[in-house]
């Protein structure tokens, strides 16, 4: 199975070469940071174009903290939001027929005290102290367990 590189999809790239892309992969390998309603529009549109099934190779939902002033994605305004809206993600999008899988950008926290993150930030799944986020544990947990309910629309 050929990916291809990922396509940034927070620009307008995917819709500029996704006619030339799907010829060459065996699917759509895409990056957007953005909430579902901000996605959908592009899904719909992208996935009249190709009959491929779609990833979402870096994506992820952030929070301000002490160390994370400048997170990378959409800032929620805490952990309960941005639990929220990566359920709505991962409800909204797997749904979806050609919806296939999502990389969660970010395993653990990369704060400002790492030298080469000062400008900015990326909240992971894991505080940086290697402990998960209970709230968005269970979210991930519960909605993976649903997966295929999900996709199949139980």
């Known amino acids: 199975m050929f990916f291809g590189d990922k396509l940034h999809a927070n ?9 030339i892309t799907s010829q060459y992969t ?5 990056q957007m940071y953005a909430r579902y309603e901000v996605q959908k529009p592009g899904l719909d549109r992208w996935s009249k ?7 979402n190779g870096d994506s992820a939902y952030t929070m301000t ?3 994370m002033p400048r997170p990378y994605g959409p800032v929620a ?11 709505e993600f991962f409800r909204n999008a797997f749904a979806r027929p050609e919806f296939v ?3 969660y950008c970010g395993l653990i926290d990369a704060s400002l005290l790492v030298p080469r993150k000062w400008s900015r930030q ?3 799944l894991l505080d940086g102290w290697g402990e998960p986020y209970p709230v968005l544990e269970k979210v991930l947990k519960n909605s993976s367990e649903e997966i295929y309910s ?3 629309g139980i």
Do not use: C
């Open 77 to 87: 305004d805490n952990l309960e939001m941005r639990s929220e809206w990566t359920e």
């Open 11 to 19: 620009t307008d790239s995917l819709d500029t070469v996704l006619s």
């Open 122 to 124: 990326h909240s992971g």
């Open 26 to 30: 065996d699917l759509v390998f895409y």
């Open 150 to 152: 999900i996709a199949q």
């Open 101 to 103: 899988g999502w990389h």
């Open 65 to 67: 903290t002490d160390v």
């Open 49 to 55: 174009k190709v009959d491929l099934p779609f990833i």
